[in-house]
C-alpha cells in the first residue's frame, strides 16, 4: 500500500467513517507497516470538514462500484497478465512469492514485533535459522534486528544471507518452530526464491558505514568475490551521485531541511553541489549557510539521517520516481 500523505488521510478518513467493527474488519487484512502507517495517520488527524469526507466516501463509492466489472478468477487473471508481462520464467518466480502464504505465518508474526524483541528471541539460533528467518521480514527490520548482535553473529548472518539461494518448504516448517508456529504446505511444491547477494546487499546498506565496513571486510576474508558481488548489488549515500536530476528533486520533497543538513555534513563536495543544483537559488543559499554554521555532528547521527534518506529512495524507486542503477551492471535495483 505504497500511497502518499493525501492516500493515508483519505484511507484513514474512509475507516474512521465505518465504525469500528468495520474499520477492526479491514485492519485484519493489512500488513504491519499498513496498520502503523493508518494508525499514526488516524491519531494525527483532528478536525475533518465535512466537504473532505464525502468527497472520500464519494471516491471510494466510485471505485467500489468499479470493481464489479473486474474478472472474477483473480489468480487467473494476475497469472496469465504477469506471463504475458514478464515470460514464463520470472513470472513463475513472482507468482510463487505472491502465493506463498501458510508456509511462513508464524514468521509473518514477526512482523509486528519491534527488533529489539526479535533479536531477542534470535540471538540464540543458528546463523544459518536466523539468516532463513531474516530473508522474510522488510529489509530496515531485519537490520534492526542484526544491530542487537554481536558483530561476529552479525557477520556470520550476513555471509549466510548472501550465499541462500532459496528455502525448501521442509525447512520453513523447521523456522515456524522458532517462532513457535506449526506450518502447512507440501513438500513437492517450488522453493521459494529468497535470500542471495541482492538481499545481503539491502540488509548491509541499512546497517550504516562503521558496520557495514567491518561486514564486508569479514565476507571478503572468507569469499572476496562474493563480497565483490555484494558490492556491486549495494547502494550507498555516495550513489545518489548516479541519481539524475529528477530523481533528486524527488527526493529532496520528501526530506525535512534539518535531516538533509546533517545527512550532508558526512558528504563529499561533488555530492553537496549536486543538491545545490537541483533546488532553488534561495534554498540552495540557505542549506549553504545551514551547513556551514553548523558545528560538528557525530559520525554516528551523519550515517543515521544517511540510511533514512536511502529508506526514502528505495521507496521512491520502487514507486518508480527514481531509477537506482547498479554499482556492477546495467541492471536496475
Same mark, same amino acid.
Given at each position: 500500500?505504497?500511497? #502518499? ?5 483519505? &484511507? &484513514? ?32 488527524? !483532528?478536525? =475533518? ?14 471505485? %467500489? ?19 504475458? %508481462? ?19 505465518? $508464524?514468521?509473518?508474526?514477526? !512482523? ?25 521480514? *522488510?529489509? *530496515? ?19 549466510? =544471507?548472501?550465499?541462500? *539461494?532459496? =528455502? ?17 504446505? $507440501?513438500?513437492?511444491?517450488? !522453493?521459494?526464491?529468497?535470500? $542471495? ?19 564486508? #571486510? ?8 562474493? %563480497? ?38 558526512? &558528504? !563529499? ?25 553548523? $558545528? ?25 520516481? =527514481? ?11
Amino acid at each position: 500500500m505504497a500511497m #502518499d500523505d493525501d492516500g493515508l488521510q483519505n &484511507a &484513514a478518513i474512509l475507516l474512521m467513517s465505518l465504525g469500528e467493527e468495520e474499520a477492526a474488519a479491514v485492519f485484519k487484512h493489512l500488513t504491519p507497516k499498513e496498520v502503523q502507517g493508518l494508525g499514526e495517520t488516524i491519531q494525527q488527524m !483532528k478536525t =475533518i470538514s465535512r466537504e473532505r469526507v464525502e468527497t472520500v466516501l464519494e471516491r471510494f463509492e466510485s471505485l %467500489a462500484g468499479d470493481t464489479s466489472m473486474l474478472v472474477v478468477d483473480n489468480d487467473e487473471y494476475i497469472k496469465s497478465v504477469l506471463r504475458k %508481462a514478464l515470460g514464463e520464467d520470472k513470472a513463475n518466480l513472482l507468482i510463487d512469492r505472491m502465493m506463498q502464504t501458510g508456509d511462513t505465518a $508464524g514468521i509473518e508474526s514477526l !512482523k509486528w514485533m519491534d527488533p529489539q524483541s526479535v533479536g531477542e528471541l534470535l540471538r540464540n539460533e543458528h546463523p544459518q535459522i536466523v539468516a532463513a528467518i531474516l530473508v522474510h521480514l *522488510d529489509t *530496515d527490520q531485519a537490520s534492526g534486528i542484526l544491530q542487537t548482535f554481536t558483530e561476529r553473529q552479525r557477520n556470520e548472518v550476513l555471509v549466510r =544471507i548472501a550465499t541462500l *539461494d532459496g =528455502i525448501q518448504p521442509s525447512a520453513l516448517k523447521d523456522l515456524n518452530e522458532v517462532v513457535g508456529k506449526v506450518l502447512a504446505g $507440501g513438500e513437492k511444491t517450488r !522453493k521459494s526464491t529468497l535470500g $542471495g547477494v541482492k538481499t545481503a546487499a539491502e540488509v548491509i546498506n541499512m546497517m550504516g558505514g562503521t558496520v557495514e565496513t567491518a561486514i564486508l #571486510d569479514y565476507i571478503r576474508e572468507l569469499d572476496s568475490d562474493l %563480497a565483490q558481488k555484494i558490492m556491486d548489488n549495494m547502494f550507498t549515500f555516495d550513489d545518489l551521485d548516479k541519481i539524475d536530476d529528477k530523481g533528486i528533486q524527488a527526493l529532496l520533497k520528501e526530506v525535512q531541511s534539518e535531516s538533509l543538513v546533517v545527512a550532508l555534513k558526512g &558528504a !563529499k563536495p561533488e555530492m553537496r553541489e549536486k543538491i545545490f543544483r537541483n533546488m532553488s537559488s534561495r534554498a540552495a543559499e540557505t542549506l549553504r549557510e545551514d551547513l556551514d554554521s553548523r $558545528g560538528p555532528v557525530r559520525v554516528s547521527e551523519v550515517e543515521a539521517e544517511q540510511k533514512e534518506m536511502l529508506k526514502v529512495v528505495r521507496r521512491l524507486a520502487d514507486e518508480g520516481q =527514481i531509477m537506482l542503477s547498479s554499482g556492477g551492471d546495467d541492471d536496475f535495483l
